[in-house]
């Protein structure tokens, strides 16, 4: 019987004893254990052989685990045994009670026990007291290696050494002696011995058949998924958008040669009036009748006119006395001294300057014109002032038409110009007005200039317009009125200014269309100051009558007027300019009276005489014209310009479907605050003729400032390609709408800018290809512009000493600074374009501390159509933005979601040297856009977007944000649409498909900061 059967019997007899109908018997066991127990069967039977191993390994383990404890303890009580006999030793032999001393040296001697308290202290020899001071208890160290490392052990002597009295470790005691309280050793080491422990556990191994019950492990079938391969993941690379740009090279040396023959007319039968010209044909340089519609004629060296009879006069003498040829100017007309103007009429003029083969500004060149015919007559005799100067004769090669003084009109006239000549000129230094109505010019060829202002010297301009006489009358000029001009050639000018000027309106009500190339509407390389800031405004005391000419004002202001109150300029020819300041002219000085102030300050004193032939800039402006609205007046096909046909549109190479690099204005001249009237453009405070100079260093008191473009409406039509709104070089600084800008004879600042036809409505197909609205490029050079009065401001300059312009201004950078509002309309346009250096500033936020917000100017930029660039800065150029960016292709129809907020590039292809790209800063607003919000490229290129976290970018194929080959985009924040489907964002309209972004990233290479 099992112990489990055993243990049932047992249990089942206690239970019959507290039942007392119960009795037990071993028929009561058997039918329990069938009847009641089934249950405990896996007790009794099935488990019996496991039960027996597990009891079995369980004895084997407790058996083993009792000796280790039994171990343990016998350990533990071991060491506790020499503890405590340790201590005891030593505290009997260092604080014993008793010790016992040599016989023959104590009477102790046979006594044998001591009494610890005798009353008395001994005090002889070899006393306890003196002989076994107390040095404290004897310590082992604590630390096992010290303890258990033998000093004949190999790593004894990496153990620390000491000099510790109370510790045993010999390492610890260096240099103290063995000895320690009565106790004294010597060292006796005994050697390293080397015990073998080995332990090992033979466990009783108990082999049992595990009894196979049948019970199997399910198997799995095989699971099978099929699906497919996951695409390679291939990273974007957007492409870095380029910008080629093709900047025209205006003439910064134009043909001057125009001057007169005093106060002499070439026709003297016709005398001086106004009435003996009217329907009179006239001519001077060219073979009579000899011209076409086409703008062909013979060049020859005669003048005449024609009244239904041919008069040549050229064999003739002028009313000077001097045979007449090829004359400067044919007639001579002087207005009254009252004011009542002189009045011509119903005039036809036919007119040829002499190609002598010189370029424009007079240097002999084998690409330039030679005519075959002999230039003679007052022409090639120079005219009033023949020899200019200098020991020899400088012929005068243009030729005049008319040459005005004081108040003249001019009606029903109509002039062609064949080549290097001029329709009219006006003295700046008398300075009259000239209105003209329903007149007339063609153009053709090159070196025309319809409208010339003749220079003078500065003490001519100041006499005239000093008190006394008729003077008062006349103390600001004007070519005003209407006139209608055609250019058909190349390489000419509308107006052309020269030299030092007196206050001047430049007003035209007619239609200036240029159909040739290269032309330029008003030229300036000339000092224009504001006279108003001077003197010569109140002439101590004296003010100025108000004309009526001029609003009833009296205000010596110049101004530049064009294509306003019903006028047009239309530029459709490739690389015309509409306005053009340039640098300091080159070439040959240009003629100027009056003869005694000029020897006054370029000879006696010194003064360089072409100081202030640069283009300076001081009074009003505003210019709408159209670029590009169709490519010829007829809106045929331009003509391609050739060398031996100059009458064309089209330049070798362009498109001739397209109006290629049209300029609404271009500055050159270095025009910017620091630049000193007295020291550097020629004002001659030291020379002396009179009076002339008494008052003349108060244009000092016209502080020179930037140039101020107060309104400005260029448009580009769907023909002009490649264009610029505004171009600054060489350090000039443009500022556009500028608040506090003098607006007294312009119509007001503008409210907003734009390139569009129709502005903001401008449709995809009107739209212009790849206009740039604000270019700025390079920076400041003196090597050019050559600023100094005189030889010593001039050397100062050139070495940049201490205190000069030129240590201030040099490298200082060219700059746009527009504060109205823009709205970009062009196709592929740029806003605002930062090149080698320059840079373009879209509004203008106070930096002065505290900050002052009333000077903050903060403007909206917005981009109608696709592939618009707002800021654009390439190698080190600079565009800064200050307001709402928006550029959602609002009126695209294709290419859509391409546009860039800010792109900054380095480009060695447009700049060899360049090794640094450009940087964008855009503070001050939202950018809200289609497209990309910053994209840098190239080493040193960086897009700050620093305007918080409203902006809002839904994505096309490049992403929101790109940097890459070194290039750098900070961004504040907003929220970043990437989506097939415009759904949540309010950039495009709900639901407008975008583009497939499976092959794009919202972010390329970028370094982003978040808040």
Partial sequence: MTNNLQNVKRDLRAFAKRCKEVHYTDDLLIKFLITGMISLTSNLFSEVTNRSIENQKQEITTSIKNMHQKVKETRRENDKLLKNTNLELIQLMEQGDHVVKAPWSNWQYGLNYFNNNWNGTYKGRGDKQEKYPYEGMFQRSLSSFERYTSPLSKNYGKLALGSFRHLASSNARSGLASSYGIASNNPAQEPIVEINVEASIRPKTVKIDIPDLGIRAPRLQALTINGTEPPAVTVPEPKTPTKEVTIVQPNASPFTGFFFDANYNAITSLGGSGTATKNVTLYSGVEPNTWTNSGGVQGASKTGYIDGTLHDVSANNTDGGKLVGRTTNILYRRGNDNGTALTLESLTLHLRGFYDGTDSAGNSSTTASSDTWSDTGRGAEGGADAKNGTSSVVPTRGTIGIHTLLNVNVKDTHATLYGRAGFLTSETWRSGTVTMSDTNIDVYNDQNSVYYIMPSAYGTLARYLSPGGANDNFYIGGLKGKTNVNLHGSGNSVYLSAGISGARHIENTGKIDSDGASNIVYSGIGYVPDWSKTWYQNRGGSPRTPRPEYGNKNIMRSVIKLGTGGGQVNLYGDENVGLFFGSKMGGNDPKSWEKNNRIAEFQTKDYIRKASFIGIYQGEIEFHAKIGEKTSVSGAAQKTITSSNLNGGNLNGNDPDFVEGGVGIFSQSGQREGISPTRDLGVPINASNGNDYTHIGTLEDDTIHNLEVGNLDVRFGSKSKNGFMIISKLGTVIDVAKPHTSTDYISGLSSNITDGLNGATTSEADASLGTVIAYSEGTWDQNIHKLGSNSTYLTDNDNRTAGSTAAELQDKPSEVNIFAPVILASKSGIAYMGDNKGTVNAGYEDTSSPHDPTKDVFIKTTAVNHKSIIGFARNEGTVNIHGDIEAIDKNATSNKFENIAGLATLDTDALKSATTGGTVNIK?????????????????????????????????????????????????????????????????????????????????????RLQ
């Fill in 924 to 1008: 001050n607003g939202n950018i809200k856009i289609s497209g990309m919000a910053g994209f840098a490229s190239g080493n040193g290129s960086v897009v700050n977007i620093d305007n918080g976290t409203g902006n809002k970018i839904q994505t096309g194929e490049n992403g929101a944000l790109a940097a890459v080959n070194g290039g750098k985009v900070n961004f504040s924040g907003g929220t970043i649409y990437h989506e097939n489907k415009a759904m949540s964002s309010n950039v495009v309209a709900s639901g407008t498909v975008t583009v497939d972004h499976s092959k794009s990233t919202p972010f390329m290479q970028i370094l982003m």
